[in-house]
């Protein structure tokens, strides 16, 4: 293989690694956050506006993840880019979960489930709405916790970096920093202003 056949595969390695950082990063940011508050600490959060990246974060997940279980279900080849090799990746085990689930599937239900609870959100009232933040943030952080055990199994186990699998881990990991917010807000029994105003009556 030549140095030219080689290169596409040393920089996927190296965005892989960047990309596990931001996910044990947000992991890491996450649960000090959850620290403090248990402490009676004030954690730093972003403010409530910026839960409304989370449908669009959400639907751009749910698009990635959407084309990732065509590509598994239906072997066919990737569109990978300059980066990488998806189609080895996806060509390997581990693209089906017990050798049956497709991974983008499982992608796809998570991202459609923080959808839901979102909308829920914003449309439910009182107990409901004060629920739908610790939903998506069990959601993200479930995602974030699966995307470090691919993104390591990418590294390390079938040695190709999936482009399309990087782009959800990054998705997911916004997820769940922009969640921390709304969480510590409803279990320190305040609702989070991005709900407030449609769930008051």
């Known amino acids: 293989m030549s140095a030219a056949e ?37 954690a730093p959060v972003l403010p409530a506006e910026t839960m409304i990246l989370i449908p669009i974060l959400s639907l751009i997940g749910l698009g990635v993840a959407i084309y990732l279980t065509f590509i598994e279900t239906t072997n066919t080849k990737a569109v990978c ?12 085990p ?36 004060r629920l739908v933040p610790v939903a998506i943030f069990g959601m993200a952080l479930f995602g974030v916790l699966f995307s470090i055990y691919l993104t390591y199994i990418e590294l390390y186990v079938i040695h190709a970096v999936c482009i399309w699998c990087l782009s959800s881990a990054v998705i997911m990991a916004l997820v769940l920093i922009v969640s921390v917010g709304g969480v510590i807000g409803a279990l320190g029994g305040e609702q989070p ?3 407030a105003d449609d769930s008051e009556a």
Not at 11 to 22: D, K, P
Not at 81 to 92: E, F, H, I, L, Y
Not at 95 to 122: D, E, Q, T
């Open 6 to 42: 080689s290169q596409p595969a040393a920089s996927g390695f190296g965005l892989a690694w960047a990309v596990m950082i931001l996910l044990v990063a947000a992991l890491v940011y996450a649960l000090i956050a959850a620290l403090l508050v248990a402490f009676g600490r004030t």
């Open 81 to 92: 880019g300059p980066v990488g090799d998806c189609n080895a990746v996806q060509a390997s």
């Open 94 to 129: 581990y693209a089906k979960l017990f050798g049956v689930v497709p991974v983008g599937l499982l992608g796809a239900v998570g991202y459609i489930g923080i959808l839901i609870a979102w909308f829920l959100g914003r449309t439910g009232r009182g107990r409901l709405a």
């Open 193 to 195: 202003d991005e709900f």
